[in-house]
């Protein structure tokens, strides 16, 4: 996979992630990465702005605050879970249709539509990563304590 196309995945997360930060009130970036499980306000800026991917524990705290993992991950199904998946399986109107990679286990269009096999093998990798931190979230009753452990 290009350079390129890791970096337009990448923003597109980081894209997701300010779009949900801002649904769930969070004007300020400090304020979200205290509230996402103490991470700082470098770490969050960074992860919106693409130049790095999420840490696992941003993706868990949003997630333990009913954000859906795999439209973070992936811009797939509702931003948040319980809601109606969008038609189309796609993100909310207002969020940038670059924000959105497809893939459905073989990249038909979008920034890895030309990338071969290497970019599929790494969204199947982040999809089967992002599925054990769902499964082990659904785990957890609402309300319950952040972190992989449950502890923090």
Not at 19 to 38: C, E, I, N, P
Not at 39 to 50: K, Y
Not at 71 to 99: F, N
Not at 101 to 117: C, F, Q, R, V
């Amino acid at each position: 996979m290009k350079n390129q196309e890791k970096s337009e995945i990448i923003r597109g997360i980081g894209e997701r992630v300010r779009t949900a930060r801002l649904t769930m009130g969070y004007k300020r970036q400090v304020d979200f990465g205290l509230a996402m499980g103490g991470l700082t306000l470098d770490q969050v800026s960074r992860a919106e702005r693409g130049l790095n991917l999420p840490p696992a524990e941003l993706i868990i705290g949003m997630a333990a605050h009913g954000v859906n993992a795999n439209w973070i991950m992936l811009g797939e199904g509702p931003m948040m879970r319980g809601e109606e998946t969008p038609v189309g399986g796609r993100q909310p109107p207002g969020v940038p249709a670059r924000a959105i990679p497809i893939w459905s286990g073989k990249a038909a269009a979008g920034p890895l539509a030309d990338a071969g096999e290497e970019a599929n093998a790494l969204m199947a990798q982040l999809v089967q990563e992002m599925r054990a931190i769902l499964a082990e979230l659904q785990k957890r009753p609402p309300g319950a304590p952040k972190g992989p452990s449950g502890g923090g």
